[in-house]
T-cell receptor, first 112, second 112 residues
Framework: GENVEQHPSTLSVQEGDSAVIKCTYS??????FPWYKQELGKRPQLIID?????GEKKDQRIAVTLNKTAKHFSLHITETQPEDSAVYFCADAGAGSYQLTFGKGTKLSVIP | GAGVSQSPSNKVTEKGKDVELRCDPI?????LYWYRQSLGQGLEFLIYFQGNSAPDKSGLPSDRFSAERTGGSVSTLTIQRTQQEDSAVYLC??????????FGPGTRLLVL
């Protein structure tokens, strides 16, 4: 993709509440949207991804939604736990492109 | 199986010296990527390899940066005449499908 904007940059939630992180992209050809979680001092790890032929994907407490018309996608974490505290990065890739364009990250803090 | 590995894990060098960072991708992964992450920042794309060739070098910050990949496997990122602004974590990732990228633990470079 060309540009990916991610909001908010920081997010604090109470344990058990839901967290939502939103990203918008500019390249209408983008068709792959992964989310990575990076704990302090560790490598980014893929937690969920979605392709442009579906609008929503769930994996236990994590879900991603995609709105291609509006060119935005969101990460939803339900029943948050302290171990969800980390920096989350969204990214996109265009059709046939091997390059991921990352958002600037959201630091999520889950307060026990 | 083994994940992406990088060496060294930490490197402290003096300004003006050259450094070489190494990445061992997951076996069979044809694509390899280098990113730079400054403290508290997002992931900055540097270069991408498909096999041994680098179709996209657009992210290299200056001509002091170069990278190579031999045998379709190990890659080295070389920074010549290091500057203090080169201090960052250098992350390597590899992929098979060209989409899902798996990251290594990174090399933390400090230029004094």
């Amino acid at each position: 993709g060309e540009n990916v904007e991610q909001h908010p940059s920081t997010l604090s939630v109470q344990e058990g509440d839901s967290a939502v992180i939103k990203c918008t992209y500019s390249d209408s050809a983008s068709n792959y949207f992964p989310w990575y979680k990076q704990e302090l001092g560790k490598r980014p790890q893929l937690i969920i991804d979605i392709r442009s032929n579906v609008g929503e994907k769930k994996d236990q407490r994590i879900a991603v939604t995609l709105n291609k018309t509006a060119k935005h996608f969101s990460l939803h974490i339900t029943e948050t736990q302290p171990e969800d505290s980390a920096v989350y990065f969204c990214a996109d890739a265009g059709a046939g492109s091997y390059q991921l364009t990352f958002g600037k990250g959201t630091k999520l803090s889950v307060i026990p | 199986g083994a994940g992406v590995s990088q060496s060294p894990s930490n490197k402290v060098t003096e300004k003006g010296k050259d450094v070489e960072l190494r990445c061992d991708p997951i076996s069979g992964h044809t694509a390899l990527y280098w990113y730079r992450q400054s403290l508290g920042q997002g992931l900055e794309f540097l270069i991408y390899f498909q096999g041994n060739s680098a179709p996209d070098k657009s992210g290299l910050p200056s001509d002091r940066f170069s990278a190579e990949r031999t045998g379709g496997s190990v890659s080295t990122l070389t920074i010549q005449r290091t500057q203090q602004e080169d201090s960052a974590v250098y992350l390597c990732a590899s992929s098979y499908t060209g989409e899902t990228q798996y990251f290594g633990p990174g090399t933390r470079l400090l230029v004094l």
